[in-house]
């Protein structure tokens, strides 16, 4: 059986898309990948000069790619809303949106600037306030979200009265149930917005090694890099999986893309099983209405 590869993506010519994380890592190679087929992309992230360099090394890279860079914090739900306004008076439709950036095995229990787990802040309520402020621009061109999801969604079982972390924080556990809280958003988002033609999916993009390991301990940092070095792989096949779930043509409201061999380290992309709380749809529902009453972004989609 052929493995699907980011060659075997249509163009994109024309289109417009937003990474976040952008700069580095999995995010740098999804923007690259997109340039090569024809996409306009923006890549944002916290820092300019890591902005600006990421720009360098892309144009290089894809010498006839059309390339920006925004300044965004998802820690910040202001800095969110002033990204969004000023794409929002630019006013040009967005046909992408890649929710790619995220935090990972943060030793001690850290908040955001809104008083968020930083895992639950940065990886879930920032890209649910990012998507919901620009989805005027998603539905001017019928446009996509992929929510970048993880292997540890898997793991743990989700509290809506505790997605702080405020009774228990194991960094593992509090990433593995930011990036659950992405899968049941993702679906969410997806059955809500159908109607406006706006699609929604969740990806696990496999196994790799990047920058997300830095937070965690010593210990703990050289063990899952010495486990990711045996059943990952390179950056930009990570990257293709969500390539894949960015072009895939048939989404049934239950999508959640992964790859399909080797416990879903690695392998062509297409349909995985879903953690198993997010097939609730009561689940789906609470959480939903406890991210707009956390972040003060209510999604409208008339």
Partial sequence: MAIWTAKDMPRQDGKRVLVTGGPSGIGFQVARRM???????????????????????????????????GAVDLASLASIEIFARDLLNDGEPLDMLFNVAGVMLIPQRQLTADGFEMHMGTNFLGPFALSGRLLPLLSQSKGRVITVSARAAQWYKLDTDDLQSERSYR?????????????????????????????????????????????????????????????????????????YAATVPDIRPDTYIGPTT?????????PIALPKQAADATLRETLWQRAEALTGVSYRLH
């Fill in 35 to 69: 340039a090569e087929k024809g996409a306009r992309v923006m890549i944002a992230g916290r820092d300019a000069a890591k902005g600006e360099q990421a720009l360098k090394e892309l144009r290089r890279m894809v010498p006839n790619g059309d390339f920006s860079f």
């Fill in 171 to 243: 960094p593992m556990r509090a990433y593995g149930l930011s990036k659950l809280a992405d899968v049941l958003f993702a679906l969410e988002l997806n059955r809500r917005a159908a109607g406006a033609g706006i699609a929604s999916l969740a990806v696990d993009p496999g196994t790799a090694n990047t920058a997300l390991q830095r937070h965690a301990p010593g210990a703990m940092q050289v063990l899952s890099q010495g486990l990711i070095n045996v059943i990952g792989y390179p950056l930009d096949r990570v990257a293709d999986t969500i390539a």
């Fill in 262 to 270: 080797m416990i879903q380290s690695c392998g062509s992309p297409g």
